[in-house]
């Protein structure tokens, strides 16, 4: 039985272009392509320059449709994390409570 074409061949991933746009994980509403991916993008980014670096990919092929994807005035995460690395390691990446050290 032949195989389904790749319905994002030419384009990004919805998850994917959702977290190179806002920086954050998708809502369930949006289709599940991409989603480890993402994932990997947002939380192991930092400190893994073949992640970096496939961001940078990202963002030079598909820099349009991310641009068209992000609110208008807004700069897309990825633009911002491609700038300035360090904010990889930002709180808004943290993914514990600072006050208890906690799972949120």
């Known amino acids: 039985m032949p195989k389904p074409r790749d319905a994002y ?21 949006v289709p599940g392509t991409g989603r480890l991916a993402a994932f ?3 939380h ?8 970096v670096a496939d961001m940078r990919r990202l963002w030079r092929e598909h820099r349009d449709e991310i641009l068209a994807a992000t609110p208008p005035g807004a700069t897309p995460w ?8 360090e904010t990889l390691d930002a709180v808004e990446n943290d993914e514990t409570d600072d006050d208890e050290g906690r799972e949120r």
């Open 40 to 42: 990997e993008m947002k």
């Open 44 to 51: 192991y980014s930092a400190g893994r320059p073949e992640v």
């Open 78 to 85: 990825v633009q911002r994390v491609l700038e300035a690395p």
């Open 9 to 29: 061949r030419a384009s990004l991933p919805p998850a994917v272009l959702h977290v190179l746009a806002f920086g954050d994980l998708p809502a369930k509403a």
